[in-house]
């Protein structure tokens, strides 16, 4: 590990921001990708509207992935001492085994905007 921060609080603030881009980076890059129908069935259930189009479905799942962020106060990763200065290394050091079960290959940008946005 590049920072002294707990698994789970990686986890929980990032997975609103990877979320949307993943969905995003299928959305412009496969959008057949059948991750995005699995995104959208949680979106409906989370938001309890089975009616919405896969399009609203995913940006329900978003909303409420950001909504949980914030109220769960979750920590941003500069409470751990992340700068924007170490983003670069975060990117070179996440091709490891978690992106391996990433629905898409994300691009360099896409993942320092990720890390980014939870600082």
């Known amino acids: 590990a590049l920072f002294p921060i707990p698994h789970g609080v990686v986890c929980g603030t990032l997975v609103a921001a990877a979320t949307e881009t993943n969905i995003g980076a299928m959305r412009a890059r496969e959008p057949q990708h059948p991750a995005l129908g699995k995104y959208a069935a949680v979106g409906r259930l989370m938001s309890d509207h089975q009616e919405f189009s896969e ?65």
Do not use: C
Request: glycine share 8%.
């Open 55 to 119: 399009d609203e479905a995913l940006q329900a799942l978003v909303e409420q992935l950001q909504s949980w962020t914030i109220t769960m106060g979750l920590a941003r990763l500069g409470r751990y001492g992340v700068r924007s200065e170490d983003i670069g290394r975060i990117v070179a050091d996440s091709r490891g085994s978690s992106m391996k079960t990433n629905p898409i290959v994300l691009e360099d940008e896409e993942i320092a905007r990720i890390v980014e946005e939870r600082l």
